[in-house]
């Protein structure tokens, strides 16, 4: 069974930015994530989404493409 959520490692290397980076976005709410206890986790269809710039309660735009 897959899981429903990733953690923020698996989000930087999804996105391929570093640890930090992602760390950074996610507590300033640029990728949608929910902080559980001390971790966060970043709910994958909400994450797809907001890559898809699908996403209703993202209020962020999504990543651009660095050329």
């Known amino acids: 069974m897959e899981a429903l959520t990733y953690n923020v490692d698996e989000v930087a ?4 930015i ?13 990728i ?3 902080r559980v206890g001390r971790r ?4 994958r269809k909400r994450f797809h989404a907001w890559l898809d710039g699908t996403d209703p309660a993202s209020t962020t ?7």
Do not use: D
Not at 40 to 43: N, R, T, Y
Not at 61 to 67: G, H, L, N
């Open 61 to 67: 735009a999504r990543p651009r493409a660095v050329a």
């Open 13 to 16: 290397a999804l996105l391929g």
């Open 32 to 34: 949608p994530a929910t």
């Open 18 to 30: 570093a640890r930090g980076v992602a760390y950074e976005s996610v507590r300033n709410g640029e």
């Open 40 to 43: 966060w986790l970043v709910p």
